[in-house]
């Protein structure tokens, strides 16, 4: 079931190619795109889409997130080594599995029950150990924080102030904001308590973030 071929291998030194060719220069990113076994994290059905440069549905009504637009977010947040990343939306997985590529500590939070048992089973069973949480996006997690950075994976109908306060002062935070249909990209850096500098960065589609959480 764990298997990464030469096949798999070849599909995503072409995806990397194509990331690439749509404009993402950032070379460490790519490689850590290229060590994550895409394939697993998708319906056994959906292995032959795994290296298309598209979102696909997993379960729970929610999707993993286009290589491209992960690498994007990716490379907003500046990541460094040693960065301690809050990840709003877990998902399947796969965008926690970049960002420990790159050496960052990943703290994640999912509020759908059934992703959040999967994910924590099987992320370890590929090597990523990231801190799992079930819980409400919109809250964080402040007894971890500050955040160097944080990422949401979602589309946040507005940025939750309880999230800016958990950002780090120079901290970079990265989420779609916006409608249901279409969202624009912010990356907002945290001069100070009150005084943010935000940077729109293209329009984006992603599923709703929402409030509570989801124990069914």
Do not use: W
Not at 41 to 49: C, E, L
């Amino acid at each position: 079931m764990l298997n990464d071929t030469h096949r798999h291998k070849g599909l995503r030194k072409k995806l990397v190619d194509e990331l690439r060719r749509k404009g993402i220069a950032n070379e460490e990113i790519l490689e850590a795109i290229n060590r994550v076994p895409r394939h697993l994290f998708m319906d056994s059905g959906f292995i032959d889409h795994a290296y298309v440069d598209k979102a696909f549905p997993i379960a729970a009504g929610q999707t993993i997130s286009q290589p491209y637009t992960v690498a994007f977010q990716t490379s907003l947040l500046e990541v460094k080594r040693g960065d301690k990343i809050l990840e709003i939306g877990t998902g399947s997985g796969y965008q926690a599995a970049v960002l420990l590529e790159l050496g960052a500590r990943v703290y994640t939070i999912e509020r759908q029950k059934e992703l959040f048992m999967s994910v924590q089973k099987f992320l370890p069973k590929i090597g990523y150990h990231p801190q799992f949480f079930f819980g409400d996006g919109y809250l964080g997690k402040e007894n971890y924080g500050p955040f160097d950075k944080i990422l949401i994976t979602a589309a946040a109908p507005y940025i939750p102030d309880e999230l800016l306060k958990q950002l780090k002062t120079n901290g970079i935070f990265v989420a779609p904001v916006g409608g249901q249909n279409a969202q624009k990209m912010l990356k907002i850096i945290k001069k100070g308590e009150t005084d943010f500098e935000t940077t729109e960065c293209g329009d984006f589609v992603f599923v709703p973030m929402l409030k509570g959480t989801d124990g069914q």
